[in-house]
């Protein structure tokens, strides 16, 4: 599943000029079988809430199987100077999270930072 969401970030970052944030996703919490995909970018702001999350939906839909999707618990678009997106661009790129850690006061049993660019 981390090949496909490397293309749809590479279909963000051609779509959207390269205005990319954070994407990431990780079984956080209490949701230790179920992945959550966070994604921070500047054209997903309060504003336009629903459209951004439609749009990441729609490309998770076109990209994954129905298995794939069902490991998704949760889409989190959050603003650039929200804490979490603060502390996942302290990752780089292609960063594997094997481990219990503490992101944010969240546990992450397991992740993948698959994009971190704190210049956007």
Same mark, same amino acid.
Request: no cysteine; hydrophobic share 40%.
């Given at each position: %599943?981390?090949?496909? @969401?490397?293309?749809?970030? =590479?279909?963000i970052l051609e779509e959207k =000029?390269?205005?990319?944030?954070v994407f990431a996703m990780l079984? %956080?919490?209490? @949701?230790?079988?179920? &992945? #959550?995909?966070?994604?921070?970018?500047? &054209?997903?702001? $309060?504003?336009?809430?629903?459209? #951004?999350?439609?749009?990441?939906?729609? $490309? *998770?839909?076109?990209? *994954?199987?129905?298995?794939?999707?069902?490991?998704?618990?949760?889409?989190?678009?959050?603003?650039?100077?929200?804490?979490?997106?603060?502390? $996942?661009?302290?990752? =780089?790129?292609?960063?594997?999270?094997?481990?219990?850690?503490?992101?944010?006061?969240?546990t992450v049993h397991e992740g993948?930072? *698959?994009?971190? =660019?704190?210049?956007?």
């Open positions: %599943m981390v090949d496909k @969401l490397k293309e749809i970030i =590479n279909k =000029n390269g205005q990319l944030t079984k %956080m919490d209490e @949701l230790t079988d179920k &992945w #959550s995909i966070i994604v921070s970018a500047p &054209w997903a702001n $309060l504003k336009n809430h629903g459209e #951004s999350f439609d749009y990441i939906k729609n $490309l *998770l839909d076109q990209k *994954l199987t129905s298995e794939e999707k069902i490991t998704i618990a949760r889409i989190g678009i959050f603003p650039k100077d929200d804490h979490a997106v603060t502390a $996942l661009l302290q990752f =780089n790129n292609d960063t594997v999270i094997r481990e219990d850690t503490k992101i944010n006061g969240f993948y930072i *698959l994009y971190s =660019n704190p210049q956007i």
